[in-house]
């Protein structure tokens, strides 16, 4: 599956900015699918993640409560919406999608995951 991450941009700090990542594919409603974030000298780290059907979602603590990922299977996107946006929340934001046996601790790990999107810039300005 290929994706396509979108919706980055400069924000003030407490705004907020909505990412979605499309995929092509007819199997896109079969994927877990997470979004992770790199800031500038920093790893990679999980932001959120959502089942096949979006039943099940998880955050990393950071986030919970200020962000929330949902997926349309019609449209074959998923969406990270991110309120109350932080300074630290500065990195670059990539999409993946992941068809293998997930658990609570896979969805989080950048290694579970089949395929990447290109990424999107998000600034937060203090």
């Known amino acids: 599956v290929q994706l396509q991450a979108s919706g980055g941009g400069l924000v003030q700090a407490g705004g907020s900015l909505r990412l979605s990542c499309a995929t092509s594919?007819?199997?896109?409603?079969?994927?877990?699918m997470g979004w992770f974030r790199q800031a500038p000298g920093k790893e990679r780290e999980f932001v959120a993640a959502?089942?096949?059907?979006?039943?099940?979602?998880w955050y990393t603590d950071s986030v919970k409560g200020r962000f929330t990922i949902s997926r349309d299977n019609a449209k074959n996107t998923v969406y990270l919406q991110m309120n109350s946006l932080k300074p630290e929340d500065t990195a670059v934001y990539y999409c993946?999608?992941?068809?293998?046996?997930?658990?609570?601790?896979?969805?989080?790990?950048?290694?579970?995951?089949?395929?990447w999107g290109q990424g999107t810039q998000v600034t937060v300005s203090s």
């Open positions: 993946a999608a992941g068809r293998g046996r997930w658990s609570d601790y896979n969805v989080r790990s950048g290694p579970w995951y089949d395929s």
């Open positions: 594919g007819r199997t896109f409603s079969s994927y877990v």
């Open positions: 959502i089942s096949w059907s979006g039943g099940s979602t």
